[in-house]
């Protein structure tokens, strides 16, 4: 029987994707305003009351507003959204940097809720959750044998901060069930992954989106990779979708000299606002590079542009999204709000990296497939860019606008020849090695913990067992792949991953790492 295996952490709970939904925003709304009369809102509020009033049958009215509000913004630009008053509170929670629950990772198996990893300090860990629990009942509420979704999982796990929940738990490990009192408390919503060393002299920060706290958290991140002895820095910004453009601004100043200029906006009135480098920054002298790919939009652009434009150091990896334009939130009075689009920004160098959108719907989000046929992710020469927006950095290197930050030093998907190992590649990335290895440590968790990393590397490469089970496991997960070419690979992702789950996050990068490569690119640069 297949099984569905469904990753649910109580972290986030939103899809990859939702930074590139987010982009560049101002952290801040609108004050109220009196707008002038307009007759077309009158005709609109006419046409509802008639309907509220005289249609023939019951109808929602407040679902006709929002189909009549998300119909104005659809004619607007792709990033200019309508958000409900059900959604407001998670997308505020997102970007906030915590939230109020217990605190685990965890996905659903076998119709049971089971703790991948309790967040380290936090409410759960404190209160003795283990990994490999399932969790059974909160308070009365039963958990397992039944359909469960996100929302009612956080409703029953999440709450206010110094309240209580009765968990039951089921520990496979001890075969019995345990009762324990969890005090709900403040979880961190982490935006650095990762601060860790490549080298002696190389540091490397992983950043995942630009939130509330996410300035500080470089910052604590750089202080802490100086004090370690790096003298240069690798800041890894693939996959990040954006976020606050004051966050990516302070965070680009970190690296920035005193009145360097970061990004400038312009707004419908042709309104210039210019914000500049100050001499605060804690890594303003040593050699940094900005890694991005396809989905390194808004906020991440602007700190790629800065760099670039600058030139500050080099960027590296694939063409960035391309998104160049700043929203507001916008509250409308019922609890829901609206995000406009209020100016576009443009790098140091004058360029704006915003592609065309006319195609407002999913191949505007989802370009991927255009890049893949046109080649553009295989060899630099397919990257199409107008001589009309060649632009020149601060020493006279030309740099291309108008459709996402074309990177300084070029590194390509895999291979174009070989699909099935770049296909391997983001299996393994995408959280199937993470739910094999949750399952293996599962059968036996007492056999594992004996090992040290060392002994525990010599299993997992010379045992033929884990090859043999990861390749009938992703059969099993619809993903027929011919293991047996890709040996090594297997082992050192599996490897790492059984190292994350058994010890730690900075672990887990450290053997990760060395086969990225954009890491080898950065490396090359040194030799």
Do not use: C, W
Not at 390 to 412: A, H, L, M, N, S
């Amino acid at each position: 029987m297949k099984i569905s295996r469904i990753y649910l952490p109580i972290v986030l709970g939103l899809a990859v994707g939702f930074g590139l939904l987010l982009g560049n925003f101002i952290n801040s709304f609108m004050p109220n305003q009196v707008f002038s009369r307009n007759p077309h809102i009158d005709k609109i509020q006419k046409l509802i009351n008639y309907i509220d009033k005289d249609y023939v049958d019951d109808v929602n009215t407040d679902s006709i507003v929002d189909l009549t509000v998300n119909g104005i913004l659809e004619k607007l630009d792709p990033h200019s959204v309508y958000i409900a008053k059900n959604d407001v509170e998670q997308i505020n929670q997102s970007m906030k940097g915590d939230f109020v629950g217990i605190g685990i990772n965890f996905y659903i198996y076998k119709d049971s809720v089971v703790v991948l990893k309790p967040i380290p300090n936090g409410p759960s860990e404190k209160a003795g959750i283990k990994a490999g629990d399932r969790i059974l009942f909160a308070d009365n509420f039963q958990l397992f044998n039944k359909k469960l979704t996100n929302e009612y999982l956080f409703s029953k796990l999440k709450g206010d901060e110094g309240s209580k929940v009765a968990l039951t738990i089921f520990r496979k490990s001890e075969n019995k069930k345990i009762k324990l009192n969890i005090t709900r408390g403040v979880v961190p919503i982490k935006s650095v992954d990762v601060a860790t060393l490549v080298t002696d002299e190389i540091g490397y920060i992983k950043l995942n989106r630009f939130a509330e706290s996410s300035y500080d958290e470089i910052k604590k991140a750089i202080i802490l990779l100086k004090n370690l002895g790096a003298k240069q820095l690798i800041l890894d910004l693939r996959d990040n979708g954006g976020g606050y453009l004051e966050i990516a601004s302070e965070i680009a100043d970190e690296f920035l000299k005193d009145k360097e200029l970061i990004v400038k906006t312009i707004n419908k009135k042709g309104t210039e606002d210019k914000t500049f480098a100050t001499k605060k920054g804690n890594f303003e002298t040593g050699k940094i590079y900005v890694l991005i790919n396809e989905n390194s939009a808004s906020a991440s652009e602007v700190i790629a542009g800065a760099i670039q434009d600058n030139d500050r150091g080099l960027v590296i990896g694939r063409r960035s999204f391309g998104k160049g334009l700043v929203q507001r939130e916008m509250p409308l009075g019922d609890g829901s709000m609206v995000r406009l689009t209020i100016a576009r920004y443009y790098t140091p160098s004058g360029r704006s990296i915003q592609k065309p959108y006319k195609d407002k719907a999913e191949g505007y989000f989802n370009e991927f497939q255009k890049r893949f046929e046109s080649g553009e992710l295989y060899e630099a020469d397919s990257i199409k860019v107008a001589d009309s927006l060649k632009f020149r950095t601060k020493k006279g290197r030309i740099v291309y606008g108008g459709g996402g930050i074309t990177p300084d030093i070029f590194v390509p998907l895999e291979s174009a020849k070989n699909h099935a190992n770049e296909a391997l590649t983001y299996i393994l990335q995408s959280g199937n090695a993470s739910y094999f290895v949750f399952e293996e440590l599962d059968k036996d968790r007492a056999y594992f913990n004996k090992f040290n990393k060392e002994s525990l590397k010599n299993e997992i490469y010379n045992n033929p067992k884990y090859l043999k089970d990861y390749k009938n496991y992703l059969t099993e997960s619809g993903f027929p792949i011919e293991v047996n070419k890709y040996k090594e690979k297997i082992a050192t992702f599996l490897y790492a991953e059984f190292v994350r789950q058994l010890y730690d996050e900075d672990s887990y990068y450290q053997i990760i790492l060395y086969q990225d490569a954009m890491i080898k690119k950065v490396l090359e640069q040194n030799k």
